[in-house]
């Protein structure tokens, strides 16, 4: 379905070599896309692996081969920007082609074997002199001049990482995702190749382009970076099926949700949450709709389609940022950024698409969010989509309503949840928004809606002066063997006060007391 191993991507393939020549025009994404276009007509090939004993390296050996930071590209230059770059092996088992366009001139970067310390000399001995690369991180003072900071990374299929001035490494990004979810299985086309633009000593920006080629596509793709306390990238991305795709996602992301305030803490387990994404927020432009769905760790895969006609955005999110959450000075999972995807062009109807897959670790990317298309992608077309991904803390967006900071469940059926046997009691926290300096006195009206069966038997609204939140209560139950949904908000009468919080939880969960 995904790559197993957080801290790590696929590599990707290498791009024929036909591809690749120099020039002295400026290079864009009308050249790029043309290229891609001719090699979606081609039959795909697979690229040839790197040596059999760099794909066999253990993880602390590959860790062992360290990139030198002063041989970083433009570091003797006056850019604020500079390039790391990553050996192929391990899980990068293809380099990628990496090449500098400076003053409209392109150039193949070549690998440079000196440009990384190794822990291991007999791996040094053996490490061959044109390996080639994986990927690249791209570094900016965020916090002083003198320090250049890593904000984002490309490495393996189309997987790259970005982070805010303060947040710590967590979720992920792709270029694309195909069939994602689906019985067939997930394909993981790859950037093949590179194009970095040098900055400007006064730039606060940096372009890139990227070459995608997989069994089912190509894409040509433009990013513009602009790091700082959140950090963005501006996407275009020109798709070439070779094939009819099932299920396209589109600014893919890609995240984990070990467990939550909202689920049964593991058997074993010291701290109160692990996670990278506490939920998804969806905003449906068309209607005005601004909804949340928090995150599970489900016993199966689960998948959920939300139809939107006019997509404003859609983000995974890291609401909760107090340390006492999580209580891990190892992964502070506090200041992992939430990562917010806005359309910059008209994406029509479609759905934006959650998977959830189980894990038993915290080490697993189980979650992927995506817009799905409403048309059928078909093959010899072409398709364009340009998006902005902005990853900050926290919750990097406002709806200008009331956002939900906690979500509980109980069994229904026992002392603080209720006296009905099958049931559940929903606990759900609302804050800020029309809600932030409400009075007290004034009415906040709770409207719970029970979806696919389920019954809902009673719900309300009080003020909780300890948190500063108003807190709605429900009790609801589904129907024999099916999963429990519902949405809810809080209102005022007449209009809505908060976003609309969305709930589903299969039957087969570990909420309800085991009676004997």
């Known amino acids: 379905m995904m790559p197993n191993l957080r801290d790590t991507f696929f590599a990707g393939t290498v791009v024929l070599a036909c ?46 081969m360290r990139f030198d930071q002063a041989s970083s590209l433009w570091a003797d230059s006056d850019s604020k920007f500079q390039v790391m770059l990553f050996p192929a092996g391990l899980f990068y088992t293809h380099p990628v082609r990496i090449n500098v366009i400076e003053a409209d001139e392109v150039k193949p970067l070549a690998f440079h074997k000196d440009s990384f310390i190794f822990g291991d000399p007999e791996i040094e001995k053996r490490v061959p002199a044109d390996l080639g690369y994986a990927g690249f991180r791209l570094t900016f003072p965020l916090i002083g001049a003198e320090e250049q900071n890593q904000f984002l990374v490309f490495a393996g299929a189309s997987y790259f990482r970005g982070v805010g001035r303060d947040n710590a490494w967590g979720i992920s990004g792709r270029g694309i995702a195909v069939d994602t979810g689906l019985p067939r299985g997930e394909r993981f086309p790859s950037f093949v190749e590179f194009w970095l633009a040098q900055p400007s000593p006064g730039d606060d920006s940096i372009r890139f382009y990227g070459l995608l080629d997989g069994e089912d596509l190509t894409g040509a793709y433009e990013f513009v970076a602009t790091p700082g306390e959140s950090t963005r990238l501006d996407v275009k991305a020109v798709l070439f099926p070779r094939r009819a795709v099932e299920q396209l996602g589109v600014a893919p992301l890609t995240s984990m949700f070990f467990y939550g305030e909202n689920t049964v803490r593991p058997r074993g387990e010291w701290r109160p949450e692990v996670h990278d994404s506490d939920g998804l927020l969806i905003e449906n432009a068309a209607s005005g709709e601004w909804l949340w769905r928090p995150l599970l760790n489900p016993v199966h895969l689960e998948m959920d389609w939300f139809s939107v006609e006019r997509l404003g955005g859609f983000g995974l999110l890291q ?41 038993d670790t915290e080490t697993n990317d189980n979650i992927v969010a995506f817009w799905k298309p409403g048309e059928p992608v078909e093959a010899g077309a072409s398709y364009r989509f340009e998006w902005t991904v902005a990853f900050g803390a926290g919750d990097p967006v406002s709806s200008g309503l009331a956002r939900t900071v906690n979500t509980f469940v109980g069994d229904g ?62 009790l609801a139950k589904p129907e024999s063997g099916k999963s429990i949904a519902l949405r809810a908000y809080l209102t005022d009468g007449q209009a809505a006060l908060s976003e609309t919080w969305s709930y589903r939880l299969p039957p087969d969960n570990d909420i309800l007391v085991k009676r004997r």
């Open 319 to 359: 609401r909760d940022v107090a340390f006492a959450s999580y209580q891990d000075l190892g992964a502070r999972y506090e200041r992992r950024p939430g990562t917010w995807v806005a359309p910059r062009s008209d994406w029509g109807p479609g759905h934006v698409v959650l998977v959830q897959l189980p894990t």
């Open 19 to 64: 591809f690749f020549h120099s020039a002295v025009h400026a290079f864009d994404l009308d050249e790029l896309a043309e290229r891609a276009r001719i090699l979606a007509e081609q039959p795909y090939q697979a690229p040839e692996p790197i040596p059999r004993f760099m794909r066999e390296l253990s993880y602390d050996q590959y860790q062992g």
């Open 413 to 474: 059926s026992i002392v603080g949840g209720g006296s009905v046997e099958g049931a559940y009691r929903f606990v759900v926290d609302f804050q800020g928004g029309p809600l932030h300096e409400r009075p007290i006195g004034e009415e906040v009206l709770s409207r719970v809606t029970g979806l696919d069966g389920t019954e809902v038997l009673e719900h309300f609204v009080e003020y909780n002066d300890a948190t500063a939140t108003w807190r709605m209560s429900a």
